[in-house]
């Protein structure tokens, strides 16, 4: 069984349909990359999957349990197995970094405090900021922030890693290390992944399968090499990076033709 | 007038939300506060509230001191300039002495504390939600009313009567040395008075009101943080907000409290 199913999924804001109908599974250890352009409906999948909002019908079972109509003491056992980054890293800026990461030990488990600073430590570790744990999240770059947040995310050695737009903002290098670690995480720790992100240079080397999403519905859901071959229209504007709306495009060129052409008519 | 009247009623509707919103915030805090107690309760929540304490209270100190004093002395010469060409002057004590305990202690602290800590409040957690720091926090299986505002509330439940008692001796302080340089009455002699002049029920019934407003200040606080959406400067109007309401609805409860305990010593 699929550890995410996703069926007929609708969402709508103020009569607005925002995600029309979706259906998905996600298995165990697999990356699942949700691929789409800005207003395509996939940070609201998210929040959809991390039981944040409620849809206007359809249903999300997350290990077997419909987030979207179960209590609440079920929603928190669920969401005690999904460790989440977000774009913005969200990390509490009132908490050093050691903090961050120890917040969810502390509040869900009984270990010792000594237990808690090894297990804070090895995972800021994982993500390279072993050394970095006693500074303030305002002290870090951005891609410090973001690698501090996956390591709060992985705090309860989750079985489903969510990050939103990892490498979003991020210069290409440090985009570069933070497919490396979600690469490495997924071999070490064998959890589940979904990233969302436009970024198509990270989509294609983290992914086992992308699922690109277009005006609230799926356009394709396949594996890379079934992405990179898809004839969906869709699917080639994305990925070939061609404008959707071409008239827009045509009347700025035939601006800027006849201002040119003026200009070098008065000189 | 269909126009004024569907004006009006959405107004009311707008209104009755917000009253709405605040008893179901209340109701959940009170379920929560058991999380936020010494010994029985989680102690990274009491740890919280006793920063809060300290914020709400001991650094507001000096101000409400101050403004005590002030108010005292205003008190006393405005009392003393009419009540001397009766003959009456001694009746200042028990203007400035029954004014502060029920009335004036408890109001004056109020303002101060919504202006300082209402408006803290609205801030911090209508940033929060810009940055989706609690959205992070839900999906940590986190509360967002048991993590951050039951420590608040407990906060304000016990620094605001304190804060009020202070600003009772302080006013009360500022009469006696008002009728010292003024009439010459011995400080000592001056405190006999005014525990001749008060009551228990003077005491009880401004307590009673420190407890309401303590309420108001938290909860209106962080309804109004919780209610932000959009960007920074939804925050700043929130913050603006929080003061605004906190003040209107502290005034109008002291209004009805003191409607009640007037018609109940009468009766």
Redesign the interface.
């Known amino acids: 069984m699929p550890i995410i199913m996703i069926r007929d999924l609708v969402v709508e804001y103020d009569g607005r349909r925002i995600l029309d109908g979706l259906s998905l599974d996600i298995e165990h250890g697999e990356t699942m990359v949700l691929l789409g352009g800005s207003g395509s409906g996939k940070s609201t999948l998210l929040?959809q999957i991390?039981a944040?909002e409620r849809p206007k019908s359809g249903s999300v079972l997350v290990k077997g349990i419909d987030i979207t109509r179960c209590t609440n003491a079920e929603?928190?056992?669920v969401?005690?197995s999904?460790g989440?980054a977000?774009?913005?890293a969200?990390?509490?800026n009132s908490l050093s970094i050691e903090d961050n990461v120890a917040?969810?030990l502390?509040?869900?488990t009984r270990l010792a405090p000594s237990i808690v600073d090894l297990v804070v430590w090895m995972k800021l570790a994982v993500v390279g900021l072993g050394d970095f744990g006693k500074l303030h999240p305002q002290e870090l770059s951005g891609g410090m922030k973001k690698r501090a947040a996956v390591a709060r995310a992985l705090a309860l050695e989750p079985e489903i890693l969510v990050l939103d737009e990892p490498s979003a903002g991020l210069d290409p290098i440090v985009a570069a290390e933070l497919d490396e670690l979600i690469l490495l995480l997924k071999e070490v720790f064998q959890m589940t992944v979904i990233v969302v992100t436009h970024e198509l240079p990270s989509a294609f080397r983290i992914a086992d399968r992308i699922a690109m999403l277009y005006n609230g519905r799926f356009t394709s859901i396949g594996t890379r090499d079934e992405i990179r071959a898809s004839q969906n229209p869709r699917v080639r504007h994305f990925l070939d990076r061609i404008p959707e709306d071409m008239t827009k495009t045509s009347a700025v060129a035939a601006y800027f033709g006849k201002y040119l052409q003026t200009q070098e008519a008065s000189e | 007038m269909a126009t004024v009247l569907e004006a009006v009623g959405r107004r009311t509707i707008s209104e009755l939300d917000y009253v709405g919103s605040l008893n179901i915030q209340l109701w959940a805090t009170l379920r929560a506060m058991g999380s936020a107690l010494p010994l029985v309760g989680n102690r990274y929540r009491w740890q919280a509230a006793v920063r809060q304490m300290l914020q709400i209270g001991v650094d507001a100190l000096p101000m409400v001191a101050l403004m005590a004093i002030c108010t005292g002395f205003i008190l006393a010469m405005q009392g003393a300039s009419e009540l001397r060409r009766f003959g009456a002057i001694h009746y200042v004590i028990d203007l400035v002495a029954v004014g502060f305990m029920r009335e004036l202690g408890p109001l004056l602290t109020a303002i101060a504390v919504s202006g300082r800590s209402g408006s803290s409040f609205a801030a911090e957690i209508g940033t929060m939600k810009v940055t989706e720091e609690l959205d992070s926090l839900r999906v940590m299986a986190l509360e967002p009313v048991e993590f951050l505002l039951a420590p608040k509330y407990l906060a304000a439940l016990i620094s605001v009567p304190c804060l009020s008692i202070i600003s009772n001796v302080c006013g009360i302080l500022a009469g006696g040395l008002f009728m010292f340089f003024s009439t010459r009455l011995d400080l000592l002699l001056y405190f006999r008075y005014v525990l001749d002049s008060i009551v228990l029920r003077d005491v009880i019934t401004g307590l009673i009101k420190s407890v309401a407003f303590a309420t108001i200040i938290a909860h209106v606080g962080c309804l109004e943080g919780f209610r932000v959406s959009g960007g920074p400067d939804s925050v700043g109007r929130s913050t603006t907000s929080a003061v605004v309401k906190s003040t209107f609805l502290v005034i109008v409860a002291d209004a009805v409290f003191t409607a009640i305990f007037y018609f109940t010593v009468k009766s």
Request: glycine residues 0%; charged residues 30%.
């Open positions: 929040r991390l944040l929603l928190k056992s969401r005690r999904i989440v977000f774009q913005s969200a990390l509490f917040l969810t502390r509040e869900h």
